[in-house]
């Protein structure tokens, strides 16, 4: 299975500050990569798909990018309902994996 | 708009079958575009994705390795629904479930509201 490596695990940010989350693939993916985001107590939402498109609707402000076997998922001014827990997930092979998620708190 | 709901029991004894169907509206399970996931999410093993089911020409299933010997994944066109059959559970398969639609087989876009499963007796 292919091992999704994210970190940090938790990040404490104020409000307007770029956040940034990586991503490590254990082999080649692509960019067969996306990025969810998940508020207590519901499901996931997509965010980015294909590890730098913009899903409809989302706001600009989030953005993703690839380098080799590492991705990058970026907050680029954190406003208050951006505070929630944040997913990678590969689908390059199945089973597909998700990363064991990063848990954002205002600062 | 697609909207997936779920349903099913809360409680499950361990050794007996889980069982949970989600129906689904805005879209049609046999799609050619489609494919439709259960996935689970516990705080000892995070987001699993445990299997899928999808339509071209012909049904497919996929299942994870981790559960292949235990689950099934059925489309009934009749009702456009899916459900996910889980047999032999143990504690360790208390979760909360979720039925989700891939896209293209791409990523998940729409998700049911989730099913806490606990399996205890």
């Known amino acids: 299975d292919i091992q999704m490596t994210q970190s940090p695990s938790s990040l404490s940010a104020s409000i307007g500050d770029r956040v940034t989350i990586t991503c490590q693939a254990s082999q080649d993916i692509t960019n067969y990569l996306n990025w969810y985001q998940q508020k207590p107590g519901k499901a996931p939402k997509l965010l980015i798909y294909?590890?730098?498109n913009l899903q409809t609707g989302v706001p600009s402000r989030f953005s993703g990018s690839r380098s080799g076997t590492d991705f990058t998922f970026t907050i680029s001014s954190l406003q208050p309902e951006d505070i929630a827990t944040y997913y990678c997930?590969?689908?390059?092979?199945?089973?597909?994996?998700f990363g064991q998620g990063t848990t954002l708190e205002i600062k | 708009q697609v909207q997936l709901q779920q349903s099913g029991p809360g409680l499950v004894k361990p050794s007996q079958t889980l069982s949970l169907t989600c129906v689904i509206s805005?879209?049609?399970?046999?799609?050619?575009?489609?494919?439709w996931n259960w996935i689970r999410q516990s705080p000892s093993r995070g987001l699993e994705w445990l299997g899928r089911t999808y339509y071209k020409s012909k049904w497919y299933t996929d299942y994870a390795g981790s559960v292949k010997s235990r689950i099934t994944i059925n489309a009934d066109t009749s009702k456009n629904q899916f459900s996910l059959q889980l047999n032999s559970v143990t504690p360790e398969d208390t979760a909360v479930y979720f039925c989700?639609?891939?896209?293209?087989?791409?990523?998940?876009?729409?998700w049911g509201q989730g099913t806490k499963v606990t399996v205890s007796s």
């Open positions: 997930q590969q689908y390059d092979n199945l089973p597909y994996t």
């Open positions: 989700v639609r891939q896209q293209w087989l791409f990523y998940f876009d729409y």
């Open positions: 805005g879209d049609t399970v046999s799609s050619n575009y489609a494919a």
């Open positions: 294909d590890a730098s």
